[in-house]
């Protein structure tokens, strides 16, 4: 029969098995009885809208057969089964989600993390097989099929795939084990004890029996007390406990279980930062077992990405991803809901409505929501790991919806600032604003560094108040939803009055605006509809202008939402340059108001690009900018 090849990424990973130097071989058992009991998993499903395909809820299994002289395992189930196009499919490619990152880590990655890790990283499914087997035998029936399929293969060189008969629909693997070496003792796995001891190990939570026959001993019968003679005789025995891991009390499943369960279940390579372990008893029981990753996955920010957590009723998978169950802002949450007041047959448009599907979701949102808390206050190193990877998912929270999670939400968030190089709370902020400190102060830009220099950052600063650096586009839309934090209004530096000038010094500033009126009138023409105004500020320190904006879209909203994809979006916001009162430029350009106002207008465009520059935008006409100060060299 003609070999057929693997596909390249798949052959790769093959080879890595074959020749693997990893040392926990064992988990080849493990990864099959988990596509067992996924299989069994999906034709239970399929069972419920079609009572044709199931079986009897006792009778399904999955076996384990031992033959020392052949040195095979077999590992029986009666679930799905594959169809000849499946087979081909499945155990051609590798299916699991973990590949992508495979890849990533093959390209780019690190080399030093090279196959070991991988292999530890994404139990690596059914090619686990291979590292223990010099040949793997796959024969299926998948439902609806006539007759069985069988899927042979002795490595990387290739496989065959041919029709053959099976009796009833699942399917049966068969590993031909590889001869011992001087390392390695493969025929250990032919020992009922080793395998049984794997089972309970790694496989004690699968819902459905996993049996095996096994050898026990005992008297024979007729032979007298005090000389007994005994004799071996096979038991069909149940090897796991099938009690779900979290339905176990607490106390007594260890954290690395865990984090086994949640790497192997949700596909990550990484421990979660955070179990959280919920049982929740009167009206609505439920059981939770969530899980926060300690990093995004590579698809969380966009829109492939699904929240939800698996539903069980009493035991029993009835939907793998329930969004309902978390609200967008903790769409981060991987785990499971297990309840016994939800029925199996329950519909997905009903769960919508299910009351006690609401009632769960509320609970375990205020749970999740308290375990943060938690760890922000006694974990504040794993909080803002925590915080990098989902900090932005909690500020969209805030953001969307009108601003209606703002309450659960407020107090996650965090931001640099100009008092340390750390993340500071809001609370943080507020707990220390000075005496006669009105507002949070904020400022918007690319990186801390360019904010550091915005003009009115600086002189903010300088009279001794704290200003929050606001790096991302989502940032100053959150905190514009929010407006209040507490009592305290929030203030963009680049954007709203201050109000930390002293009555006289407004009124000083007034005058001088106004008795100015004629000049200022003159600049802000000649730089044209670019800014909206000019005027003079006794706010900044050192720099001579600034530019800030006036009305709801500031500067930094107007960079973000023109990142957005779409001409149309095209927004701008409107300017006001000021003129630093204080400022030699003062002087100079009143001078030239009444002597060369030519010059003056010049000097108003230069001013303006100044003020552009140092705000990170672009200028919009770079070449005349150039060609002015060039002239003014001259
Ligand atoms: P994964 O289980 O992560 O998807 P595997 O390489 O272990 O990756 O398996 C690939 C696919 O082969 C599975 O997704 C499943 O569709 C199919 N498969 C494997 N084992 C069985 C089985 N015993 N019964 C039915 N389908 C199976």
Redesign the pocket.
Known sequence: MAKKQFKTESKKLLDMMINSIYTHKEIFLR??I???S??ID?RYFASLTDTNIGLANDQYEIRIELNKDAKTIK?T?N????SME??E???GT?????SFDFKASQEGGDSAKAPVDIIGQ???????SFMVSDRVE?V?RAIGAEEGCKWESSGADGYTIAPCEKDDV??V?TLHLKDDTDDEKYSEYLEPYRIQGLVKKYSDYIRYPIRMMMERSRKKEGTPDDKPEYETYLEDETLNSMVPLWKKPAGEVKDEEFNRFYQEKF?DYQEPLKVIHQKAEGATEFTALLFIPSHAPYNYYTKEYEKGLQLYSSGVLIMEKCKDLLPDYFSFVHGLVDSSDLSLNISREMLQHDRQLKAIAKSVEKKISSELSKMLENDRENYEKFFAAFGTQLKYGIYTDYGMHKETLQDFIMFKSSAEDKLVTLKEYVGRMKEDQKKIYYAPGDTVDQIKLLPQVESVISHGYEVLYLTEDIDEFALQMMRTYGEKEFSNVCQDDLDITTEEEKQSLKEENESSADMLKFMQESIGDAVRSVKFTNTLKNHPVCLSGEGAISVGMEKALNKMPGEENQVKAELVLEINANHPITAKLKELYSEDKDKLAKYSKILYANARLISGLKLENPSEVGDMICDLML
């Not at 679930?79 to 594959?82: E, K, R």
């Not at 994404?122 to 686990?128: C, N, T």
Request: proline content about 0%; overall charge negative.
């Open positions: 990864e099959l988990s596509n067992a996924d299989a999906k590992i189930d679930g799905c089964g594959m499946e087979l499919n499945n155990l590798i299916a699991r989600s973990g994404f139990g690596v499914g059914f090619y686990s796959v299926s699942g399917t693997v596909y």
